[in-house]
Structure formats: C-alpha cells, structure tokens
C-alpha cells in the first residue's frame, strides 16, 4: 500500500472529506435559502407597489352594519342602496378617484343625512357616520375585476355600534353591485379602469392579481420550496 492509499483509506481522510462535503451543502442550502427570502421580499415589495397604484385610482365603499342579527344587516344594505344612489347621480361628473373622494369627503354631512334618514324608516335610533378615510380590504372580486388586499382611500359608514359584518364595493367607477346576482362591471367603469392605470395592471385586476409576467426566478424557488 502506497502512502497516497493509506491516507484515503483512513478515517481522517474519510472525516475530513465529510466535513468539506457538508459545509459546502450548508452553504448551498444557505444560500438557496437567502435566495428564497430576496425572492419574497422583492415579490411583497412589487406587491405593495402594485396596490399602491390602485388605490391611487379607485375610491372605495365600506359599510359596517349595527350588528349581526337579519334586521341590522338588512338595514346595512337598505343604508348602502341609499347612499350608492345618491353617489351615483354625481358619479359622471368625476374625472379621476380624487375628484369623487373629494365631493364625499364634502358631502358627508348630506350622506349622513341620508343614511339616518334610511335608519329612522326602519325604526330604528341608531347613530351613524359619514367619513372619507383609509380602510384595510381584503381581495374582493367584482365581475371580472379582482383587487388585491390593502390600504385603500374608502368612504366609511359606521352605523350603531359597528359590531357587524361589513359591506364592501368600490365607487369610482363605480363597481357597487346592489343586485347580488349581477355579475359583469358596467363598461362605463371599465373604461375609466383601464384609462387609469397602466396595461399590466389592468390584466392583473383582470387575472386575480396575478402579475402578466412573472419572474423565472421567482417560479423557481416557488417549485422548489
């Protein structure tokens, strides 16, 4: 036996290979690892963006019902009816989302109005309030338009206690649905959608929120991990 077979054969040559062999897959999987968390810091931060750009655009409507019982969540969507009609005689007036935030943001006392005047009917009592403001949604889909969770500039109504379920819609353009069975977003308020905002984002709203091109690098680590 040579002196270049006895040290292959011997146990610290077979340790040592063993340790050169792990640290390398340590490294590997460090670095896989580290590539996997770029990959969804960028992928939250184009994400963000991406809502960002919408809200620009949009104004959004957010009813919170006095309670879960069936009268109150009736009442939230007699309220809602009310004040949809109401924002709707003006809706052709808007040019952008900041043009329609702004008439409600002045016109809140009028909502308000409205909206009491709606409860009172109902015989009820019960406070409510008018407000343009910023609201966190959740992904809501309306006909074939999916906008994405976040922060959006929303006129907030508040009635009684607030303690129920909410009602969610966008009103320029307006996307407000008060027939449950309607399915298909009125032309008018495409148009003006994809007037706003860019190409890609209008597929995104168009395909789930799902960005028209992906990044290979992104696909991959998502099939890997």
Not at 18 to 41: D, H, K, P, Q, S
Not at 58 to 65: G, S, T
Request: proline content about 3%; charged content about 20%.
């Amino acid at each position: 036996m040579n002196i270049f077979s006895f040290f292959h054969k011997s146990p610290l040559y077979t340790k040592k290979k063993l340790l050169r062999a792990g640290i390398a897959a340590g490294a590997l999987t460090a670095a896989f690892c580290t590539a996997a968390l770029i990959g969804v810091l960028v992928s939250n931060i184009l994400q963000a963006r991406y809502v960002e750009r919408i809200a620009d655009q949009v104004l959004r409507f957010h009813v919170i019902a006095n309670s879960d019982s069936t009268a109150d969540q009736e009442l939230k969507l007699a309220v809602r009816d009310a004040l949809v009609a109401y924002m709707a005689k003006n809706g052709d007036s808007f040019e952008n989302a900041d043009e329609a935030a702004a008439f409600a943001s002045s016109h809140c006392s009028e909502l308000t109005e409205i909206a009491a005047a709606v409860i009172r009917q109902a015989g009820q009592n019960y406070p409510v309030s008018a407000s343009v403001t910023w609201c966190s949604f959740p992904d809501k889909t309306y006909g074939n338009l999916t906008f994405p969770a976040g922060r959006y500039r929303a006129l907030q109504v508040k009635i009684g206690a607030a303690d129920g379920q909410n009602w969610w819609c966008v009103l320029y353009p307006l996307l407000c649905f008060t027939d449950e069975g309607t399915v298909s977003v009125p032309e008018q308020s495409q148009e003006k959608l994809q007037e706003a905002l860019d190409e890609e984002d209008y597929e995104r709203l168009e395909n789930a929120g799902r960005p028209r091109l992906r990044f290979k690098f992104l696909e991959w680590l998502e099939e890997l991990f």
